[in-house]
């Protein structure tokens, strides 16, 4: 099967291949602790693990799209930014 | 007694996911692609990184159509939420003008976006459309091809005429759902018939006006047709949105780095208000 048409390239191979695992690992976790662990956190609504990653991952987007739109520094500062912040998601949301 | 896990119901999701797959998925892939590249045609692609990110956040165009797009969206839901309630309001519950009114209310919603530019196209022209020709005579000056502030009501109008019959009869299923003892209670205690529309109807349409609300909000966020088959996003950029924008970029100057670029941020963007709409609706169900 030809995929040429969609371009590959590793950076972006690399980018599906670690959302992929994030996934797998979700389901992993959820199939040794199912419930999905819901709570109610700082955002004040009741998230499951399936929630907080999805928030993480909407927020790591916004933040890596700021630092290209606001700033000239590398962008691992960026995805530095964005583990903190998924940290603190799952931890507080 | 232990709950009994049976994972093999999974395996119904399977056929969804796969249209999801080859529907969403890997054009989305795709466009994640493009949007680090640059080509020149022939399936040939040259690493840009995230120029065109920085290009399309840099530039004045997107942010512009951006924008319009918010302020477009803005500017419908201040008329088709209290227009739609008008009108649901003052629809019969009884008799059989019920089926009636419903089918009419119905009809805009069953017309092609393209159809409805079409219409309005030929109604606002001065020479053989009904409305173009009473604007024309009373000498009003309505030039939607050459005034911005034409363009906008033209397609406002557009929109209104497709759209606010979803909201009233969203809103008219809300109504007809109150049981008659509020009404009768409320009657009792001498309410004003705005009273009764405060503190009965309002709040027994809460749920069904935020349905129409993220309906309505989403679907004018992504206006296409309409403004391209009408207006063409003129006069110059005045009417020129997002997807209207991107089309122009994507096809008719085959930038498909840029545009990808531009996909992603629009898509994002959407993403987090669909978020925000349904975490708000499933607290307020929640709540209910």
């Known amino acids: 099967m030809d995929l040429s048409w969609m371009a590959w390239t590793w950076p972006t191979a690399l980018f599906f291949i670690v959302i992929v695992c994030m996934l797998l690992g979700m389901a992993f976790w959820e199939y040794k602790s199912p419930g999905g662990a819901p709570r109610v956190g700082v955002l004040r609504i009741e998230t499951t693990r399936g929630d907080r990653l999805f928030i993480s991952l909407l927020g790591s987007a916004y933040i890596h799209i700021a630092w290209l739109g606001l700033t000239n520094l590398s962008l691992w500062w960026a995805l530095a930014l964005s583990l903190i912040y998924a940290f603190c998601v799952f931890r507080y949301v | 007694m232990g709950k009994t896990w049976n994972n093999k119901a999974w395996f119904m999701v399977l056929p969804a996911f796969i249209v999801v797959a080859l529907s969403a998925i890997i054009p989305m892939m795709t466009v994640v692609n493009y949007s680090v590249q640059d080509t020149f045609g022939n399936n040939e692609f040259f690493w840009a990184g995230t120029d065109w990110f920085k290009e399309v956040l840099a530039s004045e165009r997107f942010w512009g159509a951006l924008g319009r797009n918010f302020a477009f969206?803005?500017?419908?839901?201040?008329?088709?939420?209290?227009?739609g309630v008008f009108i649901a309001l003052n629809m019969p519950r009884k008799g059989w003008t019920v089926s009636l009114c419903l089918v009419v209310m119905a009809m805009p919603l069953l017309i092609p976006w393209n159809v409805v530019g079409?219409?309005?196209?030929?109604?606002?022209?001065?020479?053989?459309?009904?409305?173009?020709?009473?604007?024309?005579?009373l000498g009003i000056p309505f030039r939607?091809?050459?005034?911005?502030?034409?363009?906008?009501?033209?397609?406002?109008?557009?929109?209104?005429?497709?759209?606010t019959s979803l909201v009233a009869l969203l809103a008219y299923a809300g109504l007809v759902s109150i049981p008659d003892a509020y009404y009768q209670a409320a009657r009792i205690d001498g309410a004003s018939r705005f009273s009764v529309f405060r503190y009965i109807q309002l709040p027994k349409m809460k749920r069904v006006l935020l349905i129409a609300f993220l309906l309505r909000f989403m679907d004018s966020f992504m206006i296409y047709t309409e403004p391209f088959v009408a207006t063409g996003g003129g006069p110059g950029t005045s009417t020129t949105f997002l997807s209207v924008d991107l089309v122009k970029i994507a096809v008719g100057q085959f930038d498909l780095g840029p545009a990808a670029a531009m996909s992603i941020i629009y898509f994002l963007i959407i993403l987090l208000l669909s978020w925000i709409f349904y975490t708000v609706m499933t607290r307020n169900d929640e709540n209910a």
């Open chain 2, 118 to 137: 079409t219409i309005f196209l030929l109604i606002l022209r001065t020479d053989i459309g009904l409305v173009g020709y009473a604007i024309d005579s």
């Open chain 2, 144 to 163: 939607y091809v050459g005034n911005p502030r034409d363009a906008w009501i033209t397609v406002v109008a557009m929109d209104v005429w497709h759209w």
């Open chain 2, 73 to 83: 969206s803005v500017i419908i839901l201040l008329i088709e939420i209290p227009l």
